[in-house]
């Protein structure tokens, strides 16, 4: 077996999205609500949905920590791979995103597994126990990244998991012009990520880019 990988191209993500099992008609209907109501489409893809609820329950988490919810998605797809007595605390800064989120976690099948705390991650994160998580998923401010890491591998346990979104920054990892500002503070935070031994860590392509680290 060499150690050569085979290069991902648009075709081959269309190809994993086309048998990727479906997302379901509840997720489907938020995200058009959401879209209606102005919040923006940068939810996690289906295909990311997957792997992540793949990942969580064969880790067998039961506690799970968010920081940025938007609309929800994530939240509710995580805590469908939760058991029943599970939790996914999510953080969200903007009220009207919180808002949105706490109706569809309401009418979803997971209403009693989702907490959405509001505030900045940075403001809500110290008050989470150490070791009362079994996973954690970043997917806010990118500029924050470094400062949650650092909360989130005091509150997740030994064991358990720390995702990340963006990796890719919104495909615009290689760019020599970027669009979005946040592009630099992602490329900084993959360093970080690459150089911090209390994770063991891998970037993942699949959506727009996922770290998954094992704290040791
Ligand atoms: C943006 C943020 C995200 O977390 C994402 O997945 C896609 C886009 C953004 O800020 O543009
Ligand atoms: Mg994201």
């Not at 990988?5 to 209907?29: C, G, M, N, W």
């Not at 969580?56 to 058991?83: D, F, H, K």
């Not at 979803?108 to 509001?118: K, L, N, P, T, Y």
């Not at 503070?185 to 911090?196: E, G, H, Q, S």
Request: proline residues 5%.
């Amino acid at each position: 077996m060499s150690e050569q990988s085979s290069l991902v191209t648009d075709q081959h993500f269309r190809y994993i999205a086309e048998r990727t099992t479906p997302e379901d008609p509840f997720l489907k209907d938020l995200k058009r609500a959401a879209t209606a109501e102005g919040i923006p489409s940068i939810w996690i893809a289906p295909e990311q949905a997957s792997f992540m609820q793949i990942l969580l329950q064969a880790a067998r988490a039961r506690e799970v920590v968010e920081v940025g919810t938007l609309a929800g998605y994530s939240a509710i797809t995580m805590a469908r791979a939760l058991p029943a007595d599970g939790r996914v605390r999510t953080i969200e800064l903007e009220a009207k995103h919180a808002d949105f989120a706490e109706r569809w976690v309401a009418k979803s099948d997971v209403a009693g597994r989702v907490q959405v705390h509001r505030g900045k991650g940075m403001d809500v994160l110290p008050g989470f126990a150490a070791d009362s998580a079994d996973a954690a998923f970043l997917d806010a401010d990118k500029g924050s990244y470094p400062q949650y890491l650092t909360e989130c591998l005091r509150i997740v346990r030994r064991g358990g998991l720390i995702m990340v979104d963006n990796a890719f920054a919104f495909g615009e990892l290689f760019a020599t012009t970027p669009s979005d500002r946040e592009v630099g503070a992602i490329r900084a935070f993959n360093d970080l990520m690459a150089k911090t031994p209390a994770l063991q860590s891998v970037i993942v392509p699949i959506g727009d880019g996922l770290w998954v680290g094992v704290k040791r």
